[in-house]
C-alpha cells in the first residue's frame, strides 16, 4: 500500500549508480531517510540545502522504501515562524534569528520616505527576500554562513542611525536603501555560504550587478533619470572604497563615503567577536585573515 508523506529535511549527500540514484536526507533530530529518485531530479537539487519534501512510501521486504514526488526549498514554503525554528537546527545560522533579522530590515525599509527609492528598494527587496535570508555575506572572512548577508545588512542599518543624529546633513533614505541593496546581488554572485562564484559574479561582480539591477527597475517605474536613481547607483558601486578593492569609483556623497565605512567596520568587528568567543583572557587571537593576517589581544579588564 503507498502513503503520501511530507518530509522537511536537509540533503546530506547523494548515491547514484548505473540502476541507482538516491540521496540521504536529515531531518530536524538528525534522523537520516533515503529517498529513491530520477537522475534529472537529482541534477535541480543541492546538497545541503533543507526543502520539503513530497515523496510516496512503500514496503518491500518489510522495509521502508520512499519514492521522490516533488521538493521545495524550505524558504519558499514555510512559514516565517517555522523558518525561526528550523534554520538554526538545519544550518549554522547567524547569531540573530531569522524573526528579528527579517523585523530589523523591514523596519529600516519602511522608514524610507521618498517615494523613488522606496520602491525601487522594496521591488528588489520583494525579488530576493526569501534567499536573502539564507544567503552568506561572503565565502570566507565575514559573515560567512546562512542568514549572514541579512546579519551584516541589519548591524550597517543599526550603525547608520546614530551617524544621521550627529551628521544631520546626511539622507536616511539614501543610507538605508543603500544598505539595504549594496551586497543583495551576492546571491546571484556567490551559489551560498559554501559556494563559488558564478560566472556573472567573476565577470561582473556583485557591486556592478546591483547597479544594473536598480536601472532596471528604475526604467520600469520610468524614473531612470531622476537624481534618487543616479545616488542609489552611485552608493552601490563605490561601496568597496577604493578602486583596488574593487569599486568602480570612489565614494562623492556623504552617504557613500559612510556606507564604505560601515561595510568596512562591521565587515572587521563581526569576525573580531567570533574570535574573541574563541580566545581566553590575556591571550592573543589566531591569525585573522581579514585583518590581515594580525593578532588580536582579549584584554583581562572588560571581560
Known sequence: MEEKIK???????????????NITVLDKNKKAFNIKLDRDVLSSLVIGK?????????????KE???????KLIEDVLTDKELNELLPLFYNYAPISHK????????????IENKKIKAITLELYEKYKNEFYLHSAATKFHHAYVGGLAHHTLTMLKLATPFTEVYRYLNKDLLYAGIILHDMAKIDE?????GEYTVEGQLLGHLVMIALEIEKVASKLG??????????????????????????????????????FLDTIDSKFTPLGEA?????????????????????????IWY
Not at 528579528?100 to 530590515?105: D, P, S, T, V
Not at 556567490?190 to 559554501?194: E, F, H, K, R, S
Open 7 to 21: 518530509l522537511i529535511a536537509k540533503i546530506d549527500n547523494a548515491n547514484q549508480g548505473q540502476h541507482f540514484c
Open 50 to 62: 533543507a526543502y520539503v519534501f513530497e515523496v510516496s512510501k512503500t514496503m518491500k521486504e518489510e
Open 65 to 71: 522504501v520512499l519514492n521522490f514526488e516533488n521538493a
Open 100 to 111: 528579528e533579522l527579517k523585523k530589523g530590515i523591514e523596519d529600516h525599509l519602511n522608514k
Open 190 to 194: 556567490i551559489t551560498g555560504a559554501d
Open 223 to 260: 524614473i531612470e533619470k531622476s537624481e534618487e536613481v543616479l545616488l542609489l547607483k552611485h552608493i552601490v558601486v563605490s561601496h568597496h572604497g577604493l578602486l583596488n578593492f574593487g569599486s568602480p569609483k570612489k565614494p562623492q556623497t556623504g552617504e557613500a563615503l559612510l556606507i564604505w
Open 276 to 300: 574573541y568567543k574563541e580566545t581566553n583572557e590575556g591571550e592573543f587571537t589566531n591569525l585573522l585573515q581579514v585583518m590581515d593576517r594580525m593578532k588580536f589581544y582579549k584584554n583581562k
